[in-house]
């Protein structure tokens, strides 16, 4: 039985945050780019809601790509809601914040898990 360091839960979710982080920022940025669209209402992606789910082990099953030459599908897409008001640039800019600060953070967690796997592999030298 071989061991996949990237199949462990701590990776999968931080990676799993990466990816609903990118499909928060895509809303976030369309709600923005339709700022002065007549009639365009504001999206959003419920970011923690899925999450909670996905920890949960009861959300959305995230479609995965079985050979190289597949198009992955939009993670979550039928999830992104419509809040039902215009785009308030304010609040969009509140949000594009929270969830830059959510990425940054997912990856400096990833990446400090991924030098403590180098450093084990390496024997423990720096």
Same mark, same amino acid.
């Given at each position: ?18 990816r609903?982080?990118?499909?928060s ?12 669209t ?22 959305p099953?995230? %479609? ?21 008001? %215009? ?6 800019m ?31 030298? %720096?």
């Amino acid at each position: 039985m071989s061991w996949d360091p990237l199949a462990e839960p701590v990776t999968r979710l931080l990676a799993h945050s990466l990816r609903l982080s990118s499909r928060s920022q895509e809303v976030i940025a369309g709600n923005i780019a339709n700022l002065d669209t007549p009639g365009y209402t504001a999206r959003e992606f419920p970011f923690q809601e899925v999450l909670r789910q996905y920890v949960a082990g009861s959300g959305p099953l995230t %479609p995965i790509r079985t050979h190289p030459g597949h198009l992955s599908p939009p993670l979550a897409a039928g999830l992104v809601e419509n809040r039902g008001e %215009p785009v308030d640039l304010d609040q969009e800019m509140v949000r594009l914040g929270e969830n830059l600060f959510r990425f940054q953070s997912a990856v400096q967690l990833l990446n400090r898990k991924l030098e403590g796997l180098r450093s084990v592999l390496e024997g423990g030298r %720096p």
